[in-house]
């Protein structure tokens, strides 16, 4: 069965660094979310891109967020200077037609910022 | 008033009970219903989708929608210690093009 796959799986980092978390999604999928789970909460939702282009983001998703589909198969987001609090997991998600058929979820990137 | 509440538990029954894990939502635009089960350090995996009022079976599975009360739940039968996860129920809204997540209900079934 095809699945969204995510890398790395545990991403360490000093606080201020940039980091670039990747995902590759479902291959006939055309819309693409990332969401994130700090310890012991809800997971939240960050951004969604279809169509090449940010279709809705949270007011979590701020300057230091970025999101792009480098070629045909990539996903990325990058975080341009970590702080403390952005420690969580991450969350990739693809789905075939949008918000009307499900949205399936990669195993997620551990961001740990020291 | 949240979105979307779920009582996190944790829920703990013997093996072969029946398990009813349940959601409140606040948004009547609310369409899409989604549960997904999530093991430790894994993503969430979806086990039911519906956007209908009424019931939906899937094998042990059974997602049921209630609009008018605005309350959705999902029934386990015949519980198996592998079933022992966090289950999240999911509400797509459309407007917003997101999946609006409960705080997700830990379940232990004993062997």
């Known amino acids: 069965e095809p699945e969204v796959t995510q890398t790395p799986s545990h991403q360490v980092t000093q606080m201020g660094q940039e980091v670039i978390l990747r995902c590759v999604p479902i291959?006939?999928?055309?819309?693409f979310y990332w969401y994130r789970q700090i310890l012991g909460q809800k997971v939240e939702f960050l951004v969604s891109?279809?169509?090449?282009?940010?279709?809705?983001k949270s007011e979590i998703f701020d300057d230091q967020f970025s999101v792009e589909r480098p070629d045909g198969s990539n996903f990325t987001l990058k975080i341009r200077s970590t702080k403390l609090e952005d420690s969580a997991m991450y969350f990739c998600?693809?789905?075939?037609?949008?918000?009307?058929?499900?949205?399936?979820f990669g195993d997620g990137t551990r961001l740990s910022i020291l | 008033q949240k979105e979307v509440e779920q009582d996190p538990g944790p829920l703990s029954v013997p093996e072969g009970a029946i398990v009813s894990l349940n959601c409140t939502y606040s948004?009547?635009?609310?369409?899409?219903f989604m549960w997904y089960r999530q093991y430790s350090r894994k993503g969430p995996e979806l086990l039911m989708y519906?956007?209908?009022?009424g019931n939906k079976e899937d094998g042990r599975f059974t997602a049921q929608v209630d609009k008018s009360s605005k309350y959705i739940s999902l029934f386990i039968r015949d519980s198996q210690p592998s079933d022992s996860a966090t289950y999240l129920c999911?509400?797509?809204?459309?407007?917003?093009?997101?999946?609006?997540f409960g705080a997700g209900t830990i379940l232990r079934v004993k062997s």
């Open positions: 948004n009547s635009a609310f369409q899409y």
């Open positions: 519906t956007y209908s009022s």
């Open positions: 291959s006939n999928h055309l819309y």
């Open positions: 998600a693809s789905s075939d037609t949008g918000g009307r058929q499900p949205q399936h």
């Open positions: 999911a509400i797509f809204m459309e407007y917003g093009n997101k999946l609006v």
């Open positions: 891109f279809y169509n090449n282009e940010i279709s809705e």
